[in-house]
């Protein structure tokens, strides 16, 4: 089966720093990646489409600025909040796309944020 | 833009027993509707997988239909059990793209 990691999976920081996520397809090359967030009692929101070698798109009132994302290769994608605020804690989860159709999107185990 | 709406948001049952969850989405030109699980503080796991041209999907114990014309999809647990509490995720492409839109899931409670 095709997997996915994230890492790490919880992190704990200071209001004001940064902080990388890095969502990786172990055993399958992604032309495409999906960020999404999920707060408590809610469901997961789509945050960006990240594709292999081009800029992000993100969805409507996602500020780009705010949560970077780097596909710099076909199994990496990173997410970078930057100056981290108590509400940007949150469960990040993303996903791979194998071949480019939504059949084939494969979801990490998710990180936790949490900013004090 | 496609909504997806679960009903109900919560259900407690116990062990042995049938079910069915319901998810209702507003856009019917989908490429294909899903069912996830997820567990207390985890990510998605993938139940099922149904193509827009197709009307149900079986693995297992799980059954998943799609009206696509009705906009309704429902996912049947047989013979529950206490394993099998988590909460349920439905998941629909957003019209001719390949964007996931989740419903707020459906927490199960299988009792022993």
């Known amino acids: 089966g095709a997997v996915v990691s994230q890492h790490p999976s919880r992190v704990i920081c200071k209001s004001g720093t940064s902080v990388k996520i890095e969502c990786r397809s172990l055993d399958f090359q992604a032309t495409t990646m999906f960020w999404y967030r999920q707060f408590p009692k809610q469901s997961l929101m789509l945050m960006a489409t990240?594709?292999?070698?081009?800029?992000?798109?993100?969805e409507q009132g996602v500020e780009k600025d705010k949560f970077l994302i780097n596909h710099a290769s076909l199994t990496l994608s990173t997410l970078t909040v930057t100056s981290a605020h108590p509400e940007d804690s949150s469960f990040y989860i993303c996903?791979?796309?194998?071949?480019?159709?939504?059949?084939?999107?494969?979801f990490g185990p998710g990180t936790r944020l949490l900013v004090l | 833009k496609q909504e997806v709406t679960q009903i109900p948001a919560a259900l407690s049952v116990p062990e042995g027993e049938n079910l069915v969850l319901n998810c209702s989405f507003t856009d019917s030109a989908i490429y294909n509707l899903q069912w996830f699980r997820q567990d207390p503080g985890k990510g998605l796991t993938s139940l099922l997988l149904i193509q827009s041209s197709q009307r149900e999907q079986t693995s297992g114990r799980l059954n998943a239909s799609l009206d696509k014309s009705s906009g309704r999809s429902t996912l049947y647990i047989a013979a529950s059990q206490p394993g099998d509490s988590a909460t349920y995720l439905c998941?629909?492409?957003?019209?001719?793209?390949?964007?996931?839109?989740f419903g707020k899931g459906t927490k199960l409670t299988v009792n022993p």
């Open positions: 990240s594709n292999e070698g081009s800029k992000a798109t993100y």
């Open positions: 996903s791979a796309d194998r071949s480019g159709g939504a059949e084939t999107q494969y």
């Open positions: 998941a629909a492409t957003q019209g001719g793209s390949e964007k996931l839109v």
